[in-house]
């Protein structure tokens, strides 16, 4: 099992993490977070951390951990997530990478290199305006590797790959890329009607558990609210009751079910493109493939 990494996705309400700590039981793995809202501590009811009683049952990595006050890019989350694959292969245990976050999980998945370079407006607005045959002869100049293998066409990666490359020298290579056959991917499919069902009972849980108090602690704690708006529709729909604009819980559960269902209709559409997810319906069906998976028989 050394070097293999199981990673479980799906939309919101599919079960991702019921079928995660299921599979963490029965192979003996650890679960390692792709979640983007699920790092922040603070956050638990608005980003559905997993229960407790989940968390004690498997070990879970990148939960809660970072400030929201802070940013926290995906560069930091790949180098914290190789970090800890890197000790579970030590440890003999399956990393099951597990979140709807499509960016962060294909940041594991394809070891695609995450550079810490900042955005440059000034550099991009001076960009924006040239050609793209004069990017491409920029690129060139600056980082002819890079230039080879980049789609010329498309004019905003040429464009940040001439920001990378004037800070850094060259675009870093892929220093983490997992051999495919290493990598397992299991995507929930589930019954519209049923996710929709899902959905409507994790918004209600939501107000119940305390969605509304949790939101006035993140104003309360300093967070602006233009960050509070970007940690999730969740709190920004909530900010909308607690402000008057929504009059009634009814209608802020509709808005959060309605919120909801777009962000999965993303979600599905970004998951749909990867054509080695093996879609399952069931949790016996997602083990049968598992197995088959860590015996090399896949």
């Not at 999730?232 to 009751?241: C, I, N, S, T």
């Not at 604009?245 to 999965?264: F, R, S």
Request: net charge positive; proline share 4%.
């Amino acid at each position: 099992m050394t070097g293999k990494i199981i990673v479980i996705v799906g939309p919101t309400g599919s079960g991702k993490t019921g079928l995660a700590v299921k599979i963490g039981k029965k192979f003996g793995g650890e679960i390692i977070s792709a979640d983007s809202r699920q790092i922040y501590r603070g956050l638990k009811i608005g980003s559905n951390y997993p229960s407790d009683k989940e968390l004690k049952s498997v070990p879970h990595h990148l939960i809660g951990f970072v400030d929201p006050k802070n940013n926290f890019t995906v560069a930091e989350y790949q180098k914290k997530a190789f970090h800890i694959i890197n000790i579970l292969k030590k440890k003999n245990k399956i990393p099951i990478i597990c979140g709807g976050t499509g960016f962060y999980v294909r940041s594991i998945t394809d070891g695609t290199v995450m550079p810490t370079v900042p955005p440059d407006e000034k550099l991009r607005n001076n960009l924006e305006n040239k050609t793209i045959e004069s990017l491409d002869e920029i690129l060139k100049n600056l980082d002819k590797k890079r230039w080879g293998n980049i789609d010329l066409k498309n004019k905003r990666r040429v464009i940040r790959a001439i920001e990378i490359a004037s800070v850094l020298g060259r675009v870093p290579d892929i220093e983490h890329r997992p051999p495919k056959e290493n990598i397992l991917k299991i995507g929930i499919d589930i019954p519209k009607n049923k996710l929709k069902k899902s959905i409507e009972t994790r918004a209600k849980s939501m107000l119940r558990s305390g969605l509304i108090k949790e939101t006035k602690k993140l104003v309360s704690s300093g967070i602006g609210i233009k960050k509070i708006n970007e940690l999730g529709f969740e709190y920004k729909d909530v900010l909308r009751y607690i402000n008057g604009e929504i009059k009634t819980k009814a209608e802020l559960i509709d808005l959060l079910v309605l919120d909801t269902m777009h962000y999965v209709k993303r979600q599905i559409t970004w998951f749909k493109k990867d054509k080695n997810i093996h879609w399952v319906m069931s949790d016996t069906e997602a083990k049968k493939i598992i197995d088959r998976f860590l015996s090399d028989t896949l």
